[in-house]
């Protein structure tokens, strides 16, 4: 090999190729073995604190977690026992009370078409299709709107 341009240029080409190939090789070599891409990415090592200031504490800087929970956990001690004033509250004026208007079978339906079939509304993983099933029946509809409105009503 010379030290011309295009001999250079071959050679950063033939790198360049050769690395591609090797871990190209790697990732398939991973997910053939593996349940998926997620394997790939390094998950549990270990992670640093948050960039921010440090935290004062007894006029001492508190840069590791030990002492960093050692301040919080007494700071809280020193305030545990404290009394506090509640008659403060008294002082904020009340609200005057609004009136829900309640839920209409159109207004029902309209918001529940929105959301996808497939996709989950909450912790308990029920899908969206299970419940529009349900609203399909008259008798169901009007009674989970009455349920809704008399929730409403009752402040639950």
């Not at 250079?8 to 090797?22: G, I, P, S």
């Not at 009394?83 to 009340?94: F, R, S, T, W, Y």
């Not at 079939?117 to 099933?133: E, T």
Request: charged share 20%; hydrophobic share 40%; net charge positive.
């Amino acid at each position: 090999m010379t030290k011309s341009l295009a001999d250079w240029k071959q050679f950063k080409k033939t790198v360049k190729c050769t690395k591609h190939l090797f871990f190209s090789q790697k990732i398939q070599d991973i997910l053939n073995k593996t349940r998926g891409p997620w394997e790939l990415m390094n998950w549990v090592r270990k992670r640093n604190l948050p960039a921010v200031k440090a935290i004062k504490y007894n006029n001492c800087l508190y840069l590791n977690i030990n002492d960093l929970w050692h301040a919080l956990y007494s700071t809280f001690n020193l305030v545990q026992d404290c009394q506090v004033n509640v008659e403060i509250l008294q002082e904020i004026p009340d609200k005057a009370l609004e009136e829900w208007p309640p839920f209409s079978r159109e207004e029902f339906l309209n918001n529940i078409a929105k959301f996808n079939n497939s996709s989950v509304s909450g912790p308990d993983k029920l899908m969206w299709c299970y419940p529009k099933c349900i609203i399909n029946n008259e008798e169901c509809l009007s009674n989970i709107i009455n349920i809704t409105n008399t929730c409403f009503e009752l402040g639950l």
